[in-house]
């Protein structure tokens, strides 16, 4: 049976459309797919991402743990509250996931990890910190709502705790404050600005109501996967996984490789990946007509599968469809994709297809 995330029963009561994703019972829309797309883009919509998994890690060394860990360099981050997103790999530089770390204390680093990688992640991380005698804490009794739009932070800064809606108002992006068991980071997962907020389960569903008072469209899976997608944004498990290093995944610039002496798992490999020269490409496609482009169809140049789509569908602020591809390396020739048996042509261009309220390409 899904596990049921502390706001279940108010999706329910909202009309939810409920479906299970990684293990959860989630919404996928409230009525209008289309309509909460535009809300988040024009205006201000929510998504609960309570199933989204919050990793504490303490000890004296959980800096150069994380150092060790992750393909990016938590180094980087001097600021408390400061947040950076990383691939952490296998030896062989596989993905085992993309996840978000934050600097809270010296002593005292959070991670939040995808859903559906959770378990996995816990073994993998588990098995690497006893080394470095970092502590580790899941803690389940939080949930989490993300809150997105052009007048997100506005909307949603009345409903937080008094300590915290000054300093909410004040973070810059990829930021985070925290208080009393409430977390708020000035991240997201669809191209607009808003916040992340963690917070006890118990505090969720009035938070949920209240923010439905305040003009937020509560929003569901299929459109926060319409908007990550145009804001060329990768899903875990279609655009990268265990079997793809993040430099065939649009994700060579999550891979800090300096200071040289930083010797983080998946680095050999990498390296050597980098040196041979011939590593696929990861390019936006926008379909020339009629259709839409799907996951896992065929890139094709001339007669020869050149690549494949890994994240695909239609765009509601393009009004067209639009993909992901990984593609030869040496391939420069028209592209096509094979829609239902037939070639239609497709045309790449550079990510994002648009953020910010705006389409970020020529049309």
């Known amino acids: 049976m899904d596990e049921k995330t502390v706001l279940n029963a108010v999706h329910r009561e909202m009309g939810a459309r409920m479906v299970s994703f990684g293990g959860w019972d989630m919404p996928v829309h409230y009525g209008s797919q289309l309509e909460e797309h535009h809300a988040v883009r024009r205006d201000a919509g929510m998504f609960d991402v309570s199933h989204m998994r919050v990793i504490d890690?303490?000890?004296?060394?959980?800096?150069?743990?994380?150092?060790?860990?992750?393909a990016n360099d938590v180094g980087k981050l001097r600021h408390p509250g400061k947040a950076l997103y990383s691939c952490?790999?296998?030896?062989?530089?596989?993905?085992?996931?993309?996840?978000?770390?934050?600097?809270?204390?010296?002593?005292?680093?959070?991670?939040?990890?995808?859903?559906?990688?959770?378990?996995?992640?816990?073994?993998?991380?588990?098995?690497?910190?006893?080394?470095?005698?970092?502590?580790?804490?899941t803690p389940r009794d939080l949930a989490m709502i993300a809150v997105q739009g052009p007048n997100a932070r506005s909307k949603a800064q009345a409903l937080l705790p008094d300590k915290l809606q000054s300093v909410a108002m004040a973070l810059k992006p990829f930021h985070a404050g925290h208080d009393?068991?409430?977390?708020?980071?000035?991240?997201?997962?669809?191209?607009?600005?808003g916040f992340e907020l963690v917070m006890?389960?118990?505090?969720?569903?009035?938070?949920?109501?209240?923010?439905v008072a305040a003009g937020v469209r509560p929003c569901g899976l299929g459109a926060r996967d319409t908007l990550r997608?145009?804001?060329?944004?990768?899903?875990y498990g279609n655009d990268m996984d265990e079997t793809q290093s993040p430099l065939e995944s649009g994700l060579a610039w999550t891979v800090a490789w300096e200071p040289a002496e930083r010797e983080f798992i998946g680095r050999s490999a990498l390296e050597k990946q980098r040196s041979?020269?011939?590593?696929?490409?990861?390019?936006?496609?926008?379909?020339?007509?009629?259709?839409?482009?799907?996951?896992?169809?065929?890139?094709?140049?001339?007669?020869?599968?050149?690549?494949?789509?890994?994240?695909?569908?239609?765009s509601p602020t393009l009004q067209c469809s639009i993909a992901m591809a990984r593609v030869k390396a040496d391939e420069g020739a028209a592209l096509t994709a094979e829609i239902r048996g037939r070639r239609l042509p497709v045309r790449e261009v550079q990510m994002?297809?648009?953020?910010?309220?705006?389409v970020c390409i020529e049309l």
């Open 180 to 193: 009393e068991g409430w977390f708020v980071g000035r991240t997201g997962y669809t191209g607009e600005d």
């Open 352 to 358: 994002p297809f648009a953020r910010h309220g705006k």
């Open 276 to 314: 041979t020269g011939r590593l696929a490409r990861f390019i936006g496609l926008v379909l020339e007509g009629k259709g839409v482009l799907r996951d896992h169809l065929p890139v094709l140049a001339g007669e020869q599968v050149v690549g494949e789509i890994t994240s695909g569908g239609f």
């Open 57 to 70: 890690l303490y000890g004296l060394r959980v800096r150069s743990f994380l150092q060790c860990l992750l």
């Open 229 to 235: 997608l145009e804001a060329g944004m990768n899903l």
């Open 200 to 211: 006890p389960g118990q505090a969720a569903p009035d938070l949920w109501r209240g923010l």
């Open 88 to 137: 952490m790999l296998r030896p062989d530089g596989g993905v085992i996931d993309d996840l978000i770390v934050y600097f809270l204390r010296e002593n005292w680093f959070r991670m939040v990890v995808n859903a559906a990688t959770a378990e996995n992640d816990l073994g993998w991380i588990g098995y690497n910190a006893a080394r470095f005698s970092v502590a580790i804490e």
